[in-house]
């Protein structure tokens, strides 16, 4: 079967580091999506990953293993405006994108 | 701004009315796709559209309706509802068929759906 799991909220402080983390399975595989969503808006793609490794844009990094069916996004020098919730998804064998329920992340002072 | 505008962001409606959401996308996507969002739930897919033709549907109930009339355009008709269908209502677009391209989902803001 295929599922994937991710925390349902973080708290971080600001200017600090926070890691997100997704797992997943699946027998078919065609990349890792990492979304952000603020409250009220809509989703807006942040990375892809299809390849093990870290994908390194700007404050926002994604890292993917294959192997353990794992993934993160990492966000240095947190901001006010991070706070949001983070959505993983993975691409199946149908190019279907299968969704984690988001994690909620709160930025404090 | 996403390039895909949904309308209306707020909908009240009786479980004997009948709605429609609208989707437009200008972003010149050959797909598009309704998805339903409830609270600490994954997105949950509903319909896609590839090149105007139904390519998905996953076991949505009858009184979900959607239409494609062309590839900026798509609806979602809504009759009888039930309250348990109250959710965030989300549309997306994207351009399927490039070779060694990401196939990247567009999303609109959504349209919040309450059923009384």
């Known amino acids: 079967g295929q599922n994937i799991d991710q925390p349902t909220e973080m708290t971080a402080t600001e200017g600090a580091i926070v890691q997100i983390n997704c797992t997943y399975q699946?027998?078919?595989?065609?990349?890792l999506f990492w979304y952000q969503q603020h409250a009220g808006e809509a989703p807006t793609f942040l990375s892809y990953?299809?390849l093990d490794g870290l994908e390194e844009k700007g404050r926002f990094s994604s890292f993917l293993s294959r192997s353990k069916g794992y993934s993160y996004l990492l966000l240095k020098e947190l901001q006010m405006k991070d706070s949001a919730s983070y959505l993983c998804?993975?691409?199946?064998?149908?190019?279907?994108?299968?969704w984690g329920a988001g994690t909620k992340l709160i930025i404090k002072p | 701004e996403t390039g895909v505008t949904q309308t209306p962001r707020h909908l009240v409606m009786g479980m004997t009315n009948k709605k429609s959401l609208k989707c437009e996308q200008h972003?010149?996507?050959?797909?598009m796709y309704w998805y339903k969002q409830s609270a600490k739930k994954p997105l949950e897919l509903m319909f896609v559209?590839?090149?105007?033709?139904?390519?998905e549907n996953n076991s949505v109930p009858s009184r979900f309706s959607p239409e494609c009339p062309n590839s900026s355009h798509l609806f979602l008709h809504l009759h009888t509802l039930q309250p348990e269908d109250s959710a965030l209502y989300l549309c997306?677009?994207?351009?399927?068929?490039?070779?060694?391209?990401?196939?990247?989902?567009?999303f609109g803001a959504g349209t919040r759906l309450s059923v009384l």
């Open positions: 990953n299809v």
């Open positions: 972003l010149g996507h050959n797909a």
């Open positions: 998804a993975f691409m199946d064998s149908n190019y279907q994108l299968i």
């Open positions: 699946t027998s078919g595989f065609n990349g």
């Open positions: 559209y590839s090149l105007e033709e139904r390519v």
């Open positions: 997306a677009s994207s351009q399927e068929g490039l070779p060694d391209r990401v196939n990247i989902q567009y």
